[in-house]
């Protein structure tokens, strides 16, 4: 079992609070939809049922990913990049049949992503994606030969690896990160933080839109994103934000700062994977988690906030 | 000792393969719960294509399932006939009919009256991916043959790009696996039996599209 549990887990009092404070949440959300269905039903309460129902699921999966061995969370991770980038290469209308072999190097570039991540390679990290695979992938197509919208496969599928895969493994190498002193959360703390907080924010968007959104953002994009609700997730996101800052090395101002970040970035992540949806002509990305859609409606926030926040803490506090 | 060899394989690695590596989904799978005979008619663009119907089969079933195949693919060396026939219980006919042996309808028409079920690709072949072909008359013939025994349409889509004809690598896509209610047919005559089974086939896949907001592929 000691193999299994990071030895540090039952030591580390802030990744117990924050696990507390999840299924709490989730406790809390149950009840009140429960309560709201049998006393005072509103519309969407079916749909809001099965999205907590999920939310559970996530959350279990999450939490059991981030506190076992590092080696079971970068294989967790890894898979989560694998079905995201599946799900996006699928439901693009502009892969050509010519684009196989290409794809497979994108598969295969998965792994050792998150190989380099494990070990904690920080330079070939960063460079693999965007620089070698950015150079790779359309070498391959060309030595295919078909040159017919060539130029169109040459700049999806690097997007796609970056947007599934690249960003995706910055959550994997918080977990490599070296420890602080006087900082005793760690990569696992940070990134229980990222994580919650993009999660949450999305949910405070949607709620503070749900409640009081009438002045759309981008009405072509998605019909939903109100400055109501981006304003209102902001200023809630940026409250937990500071509450929960004992995950992490930053101070009250940065803390702020970060959840500011954040909640920008998560929404960005949001309205891209919205607008690349409505190109393919779908509204969800897939059907593999009831009441959200595909694996990438759900992680579509942690995409950009992810890398963006990786660096930031990075630059802050890890660089020498 | 073969049965468990087929639930291992299908019900357990084909299957898992199948739905985590290649992404495949099955949509009303619960239709393909019957006993033989039956016949699954389904479109063709893949090798995994007998896979993903034998996958999701019960497991009692798949034994007495047999896919029909060609001859002159499947069966050009001793060695690919033998692996065909030893791990999908394939009937392997002669595309080219020269041979005097019994005729192909006659030989399945035998497996039916035994409770078995075949699976059948009238598009005879794979074809360019993802591109409903012309059906062939032999799936025609075999159900003016024998008129009660129900037939299931399978529309598949997205196989096509995971493993397509003349393609060694194997990439994954999301890919649908679409199941019919098991029916029994209507027509009479070779050619009008030929245009239902190929419509109800073609009507699953335009049904599924049309619900996911999909243009044509």
Known sequence: MNYFFSSRFSENQEVITIISIILGVLVFATLLFYALGRFYPIPKINELKQRTRSWWVMATLFILATVLHPMISFVAFGLLSFVAFRELTSISKNIRPEDRKAIFWCYLAIPVQYFLAYKGYYNLFTIFIPIIMFVWIPFVLVVRGETVEISRSMSILPTQLMFTVFSISHLAYLLSLPELQGFNAGGRGLLLYIVFLTEMNDVFQFTWGSLLGKRKIVATVSPNKTWEGFLGGMLTTVLVSYFIRFLTPFSITESLVTGLLIACTGFVGDVIVSAIKRDNGRKDTGTIIPGHGGILDRIDSLAISAPIFFYWVYNLYYAV | ?217
């Open chain 2, 1 to 217: 000792m073969r049965t468990l060899g087929f639930f291992l394989l299908y019900k357990v690695i084909m299957r898992y393969f199948l739905s985590w590596i290649v992404g495949v989904k099955w949509i009303n799978k619960e239709h393909l719960r019957g006993k033989g005979p039956i016949i699954f008619v389904s479109n063709h663009n893949s090798h995994l294509d007998t896979m993903a119907i034998l996958a999701a089969l019960p497991a009692n079933q798949i034994p007495t399932t047999h896919p029909v195949a060609a001859l002159d693919y499947f069966g050009n060396s001793r060695l690919k006939k033998k692996i065909t026939r030893f791990l999908t219980n394939a009937i392997l006919i002669d595309r080219n009919r020269d041979s005097n042996k019994q005729s192909p309808t006659n030989r399945m028409v035998n497996y039916l009256d035994r409770n078995h079920s075949i699976i059948l690709f009238p598009e005879g072949s794979r074809g360019a991916p993802e591109q409903l072909q012309h059906f062939q008359k032999g799936i025609g013939a075999l159900l003016d043959r024998r008129p009660d025994v129900a037939y299931i349409p399978i529309y598949m889509s997205g196989m096509g790009k995971v493993l397509p004809k003349g393609e060694k690598v194997l990439v994954p896509f999301v890919s649908y696996v679409i199941v019919g209610e098991p029916r029994k047919v209507k027509a009479s005559g070779v050619e009008d039996i030929v245009s239902e089974v190929a419509l109800a086939v073609k009507s699953l896949g335009d049904e599924f599209r049309s619900k996911n907001n999909l243009s044509a592929s």
